[in-house]
């Protein structure tokens, strides 16, 4: 029952920012873990961040740390991943993902999210 669909990718110059969003439903008032991975071509996906809907605690891989910012509107149920600074490294197809949190495996972005959305893609040229 949980859906998720992304917006607001697009192509920017280095140097930009891009605000993707996420519509998120299905999700209850439960403790879940709301993230961001991207996938460049040829290349496995990588987790950038995530997100407890609870608390709001984000996670950023070092990668990003810094230039990007993950947060939530629960009002809209919303999930956001606001890129700043961005670069050419930064493109690729970037993809929301839910699963509920665990005590054993937390949030972590190395473990399985079970739900995710059909992608948004991200260009940056140099």
């Known amino acids: 029952q949980v859906q998720l669909v992304e917006s607001g990718g697009g192509s920017v110059q280095a140097g930009g920012s891009l605000r993707l969003s996420c519509a998120v439903s299905?999700?209850?008032?439960?403790?879940?873990?709301l993230g961001w991975f991207r996938q460049a071509p040829g290349k496995e996906r990588e987790g950038v961040a995530r997100i407890y809907s609870d608390s709001g605690l984000p996670y950023y891989d070092a990668s990003v740390k810094g230039r990007f910012n993950i947060s939530q509107d629960n009002d809209k149920n919303t999930l956001y991943l606001q890129m700043n600074n961005l670069k050419p490294a930064d493109t690729a197809t970037y993809y929301c993902?839910?699963?509920?949190?665990?005590?054993?495996?937390?949030?972590?972005?190395?473990?399985?999210?079970?739900?995710w959305g059909q992608g948004t893609q991200v260009s940056v040229s140099s």
């Open positions: 299905g999700v209850t008032n439960e403790r879940w873990c």
């Open positions: 993902a839910a699963r509920e949190f665990t005590t054993a495996t937390l949030c972590s972005l190395q473990y399985d999210y079970k739900y």
